[in-house]
């Protein structure tokens, strides 16, 4: 199960309404708000896929300006990744094989450019790393 918080802005005189769609939206959970138009929700999902898809349901709430994931929390994920991490070696084997050329490895640092929906399903173990 992941867990997310994420905060939502929008205009103060369109507060009240957000908030109330929020608290109405199936998609997340409300928690708090301030008289500048932030409000903090969380999402849950069971993979990072879920959590993205509900998100994008509350980007699509008339009237929020923006809807940013602050935290993230995945049990299931953290454990997986620390053993992972515990037994793998300090350098990935890629950057210690000669025989690849440098311009054939994949960068995945760039979230700007990445499709964020392929490199959840990677995460969640639904999809190869190509």
């Known amino acids: 199960m992941n867990i997310s918080s994420i905060v939502v802005q929008t205009k103060p005189e369109n507060l009240k309404q957000v908030v109330e769609d929020l608290k109405n ?4 959970d409300y928690h708090l ?3 500048k138009g932030r409000v ?6 069971e993979g990072v896929e879920e959590e993205l898809k509900k998100l994008r349901v509350v980007e699509n709430i008339p009237n929020v300006i923006s809807a940013d994931m602050q935290m ?6 953290l454990n997986e990744n620390i053993n992972v991490l515990e037994n793998s070696e300090a350098v990935p084997k890629i ?3 000669k025989d690849i050329d440098p311009r054939d490895m994949v960068y995945n640092g760039d979230l700007k450019r990445k499709d964020l929906e392929a490199f959840a399903r990677q995460l969640d173990g639904v999809e190869e790393v190509k």
């Not at 939206?25 to 997340?28: G, M, S, V, W």
């Not at 903090?40 to 999902?45: D, M």
């Not at 993230?72 to 994920?77: G, M």
């Open 95 to 97: 950057l210690n094989n």
């Open 25 to 28: 939206c199936e998609a997340c």
């Open 72 to 77: 993230a929390y995945s049990e299931e994920e």
């Open 40 to 45: 903090i929700i969380t999402i849950e999902g």
């Open 33 to 35: 708000h301030d008289e």
